[in-house]
């Protein structure tokens, strides 16, 4: 997540604040350290039940509060809010059942996870393949750790979890902020995090480019949206690629416009449409798979030769300059792989680098961090993000991954915040009403009301 959570802060903000992002990231793994080493003799300081209270009472109030805005970001809410009542009731249970269920469960996630690294790692090898198997075995050993019950027979799996989850995350703030500690001016951090061009991450900005002429939309055809008499495939048609009735393997499409003159569209020069066995050999994001690919015109003349999009997210506010800068760049490579240069990574690419900086345009400083890292929709477009990057980025992904930063960047109002302000609202209607004073808005929609209905009475 720290990777995401700097690319919406911007290199302008890491540039200037790199010694505290440095700092408190140093001092948010040793509290993790702490936590975890507290936790290893089986008498916790760490106020765990306290801890699963305040979870309760969040997920109540995130449940209960219904958000103004119905969309993929009150999906996520709601979403937090129901693992978070589960976590909190089995944390403040207080029978060892509930202890070794958490200890199960955090144990198969572990587990889960890391064999999805290695396994991704040994198949795709992508760049940073080696770490990110380093990073699975670890998880899968982690895994063990939770699953035997020494040293505290399942009473420590809580405060393992916070405090592995602090020190991980602390130590790679603290990574990263001295690494970038000397951005040069106009670094896309994007870019320089991803290794999306080669050489110098640097881009030519011209201020010319800054008009937004219009939403920027990404458009993304789902596999199985693309695909007629496709093979049912749960999740896999989704995400990866979905199967025609003669055995045909489409993996969708994925292209951003950003109007009025740029659309990212990259496809292989010669169509991809290979038997199953094929594909699982065009996996490897290794240079002996890039082909020659293309960039398509417009979305006007992809849609005409194929099909409409299946999906849209619009995004009304970034950075046009430094898209089209980033983009004049791009295009000179027409190299197509497709786990690791395809369709999907490049609009992922542009996407980011659009948003880039965002979170701290209105309102910058510390507040946007604390603001930033806290945002659980945007814990959620990191999870993705990391999926994509062990992989893959997949039409499916993106789609997500794009719907995810949506929410993030134009959250919904929290549980707490949406309660108070119905609260202070209710009572000062209340006031009014008490006082017999009129209530402001009221008055206006009851003359607009009366003002139609003689109108409708007396015609035109």
């Not at 951005?183 to 999306?196: G, I």
């Not at 480019?209 to 939403?215: H, L, P, S, Y």
């Not at 997949?394 to 991954?401: F, I």
């Amino acid at each position: 997540m720290i990777r995401l959570v700097l690319i919406l802060l911007g290199a302008d903000f890491i540039r200037t604040r790199w010694p505290w992002l440095a700092i408190t990231g140093l001092l948010w793994s040793l509290m993790g350290a702490a936590i975890f080493v507290d936790a290893l003799d089986g008498v916790s300081y760490f106020p765990i039940h306290v801890f699963g209270y305040l979870l309760l009472i969040e997920a109540v109030v995130t449940l209960v509060v219904s958000s103004p805005r119905p969309g993929a970001s009150t999906v996520l809410r709601k979403a937090r809010g129901a693992a978070f009542l589960v976590l909190g009731l089995l944390i403040v249970d207080r029978h060892h059942a509930a202890e070794v269920v958490l200890a199960m469960a955090f144990g198969l996630g572990f587990l889960v996870d890391g064999g999805f690294r290695v396994a991704s790692a040994l198949v795709v090898r992508f760049p940073g393949w080696r770490l990110s198997l380093l990073t699975g075995v670890f998880e899968v050993l982690f895994a063990g750790f939770m699953f035997e019950p020494y040293p505290t027979f399942y009473a420590g799996t809580v405060p393992y979890c916070i405090g592995m989850g602090l020190f991980l995350s602390g130590l790679g703030l603290f990574r990263q902020a001295v690494r970038l500690k000397r951005l040069p001016t106009d670094t896309a951090l994007s870019v320089l995090l991803t290794q999306a061009l080669p050489g110098t991450q640097a881009l030519a900005l011209d201020p010319r480019d800054a008009t937004i002429a219009g939403d920027l939309v990404v458009h993304v055809w789902t596999p199985a949206g693309s695909v007629a008499d496709v093979v049912p495939q749960p999740l896999v048609d989704r995400y990866i690629a979905a199967i025609d009735a003669k055995g045909v393997v489409s993996t969708g499409h994925a292209a951003l416009v950003c109007p009025p003159d740029i659309y990212a569209s990259h496809y292989p020069a010669i169509e991809i449409d290979r038997s199953g066995g094929d594909f699982i050999h065009m996996l490897r994001a290794t240079a002996e798979n890039n082909v020659e690919g293309r960039f398509q015109p417009s979305y006007a003349e992809e849609a005409a030769g194929w099909c409409d999009s299946t999906a849209q997210v619009r995004f009304a506010e970034y950075d046009r300059a430094r898209l089209v800068a980033f983009w004049r760049r791009y295009r000179e490579d027409t190299t197509y792989n497709l786990t690791h240069r395809n369709c999907s990574s490049t609009v992922a690419h542009c996407l980011e680098v659009a948003l880039e900086g965002y979170v701290v345009r209105d309102s910058g400083g510390w507040r946007a961090f604390v603001r930033t890292v806290f945002n659980p929709e945007l814990w959620f477009a990191a999870q993705l993000r990391k999926r994509a990057e062990a992989m893959a980025w997949t039409p499916g992904l993106v789609l997500d991954y794009a719907r995810a930063l949506h929410a993030a960047i134009h959250p919904a109002p929290w549980g707490w915040a949406s309660l108070v302000d119905g609260v202070v609202r209710a009572w000062r209607y209340g006031k009014l009403v008490w006082r017999k004073q009129p209530i402001p808005g009221i008055e206006a929609a009851a003359a607009t009301l009366d003002a139609l209905r003689r109108e409708s009475k007396h015609g035109p």
